[in-house]
């Protein structure tokens, strides 16, 4: 039996279930926002109550967005010849952060079989009409997709789609992060370090 107000417990277990967040880390959410000035609290509450209508998907790549077209697509300094893709959103973010100044296009998940995800769940089909549209400027279509069993067979049967395109296809390079100790470092991560091996540049 909890010894909270229901109000409290309900508001809990609903951040309780967000992913990466457990029931300590959202009792202290909500015992944060009580702790708050309710007119902040207030505000809060409506953004998240207007979040879904406040965003759209992008109707060139799938990305979140506040307009039909996304920034990242409307920009016209961004090259047209590399289109990377992605698994969710949140990978577009992250990659942003590298200078990568190509197009994006998010499959909304990977194939996973044991979660009754196909090829047909994902974007695959839009995102063929979308490379028959530019062929013509394509160059190179980036596959950045999650070193999982799952994030492996999408790739895998994205790269048989598309191969009738005669496009370039390439994968991220796979391999040791920066800081990581080889004796901590799983088989597959060595070997893929070793595969992608390069030479040594003299200064």
């Known amino acids: ?11 809990i277990d609903q951040f309780a279930r ?22 902040d609290v207030r505000q809060f509450g ?3 109550g207007n979040l879904t209508e406040s965003v759209v998907l992008c109707s060139e790549c799938y990305n979140w967005s506040d307009a039909p077209r996304c920034t990242l697509c409307s920009s016209e300094g ?3 010849h590399e289109l990377m893709v992605v698994a969710d959103p949140l990978d577009v973010v992250a990659l942003e952060r590298t200078g990568y100044d ?3 296009f998010v499959l909304g ?19 063929l009409e979308k490379v028959t549209r530019e062929n013509a400027q394509l160059k190179e279509i980036i596959l950045a997709l999650d070193p999982s069993l799952e994030g492996e067979a ?22 040791l992060p920066i800081g990581s100790d080889l004796e901590y470092a799983d088989e597959l991560t060595l070997k ?3 595969d992608g091996r390069q030479m040594i540049e003299k200064i």
């Not at 039996?1 to 508001?11: E, G, R, T, W």
């Not at 967000?18 to 007119?39: C, D, E, T």
């Open 102 to 104: 190509g197009h994006y």
């Open 46 to 48: 409506e953004l998240l």
């Open 18 to 39: 967000l992913p990466g967040i457990g029931p300590k880390s959202a009792s202290r959410l909500v015992f944060y926002l009580l702790s708050k000035h309710p007119q």
């Open 78 to 80: 961004r090259s047209t």
């Open 1 to 11: 039996m909890s010894i909270l107000p229901k109000s409290i417990q309900a508001v």
């Open 154 to 175: 999408t790739a895998l049967y994205l790269m048989e789609q598309l191969e009738p395109f005669k496009l370039r296809i390439t994968r991220l390079a796979r391999g």
């Open 109 to 127: 998940g990977v194939i996973s079989p044991v979660h009754g995800i196909g090829p047909d769940e994902l974007r695959v089909r839009l995102l």
């Open 192 to 194: 893929r370090a070793i």
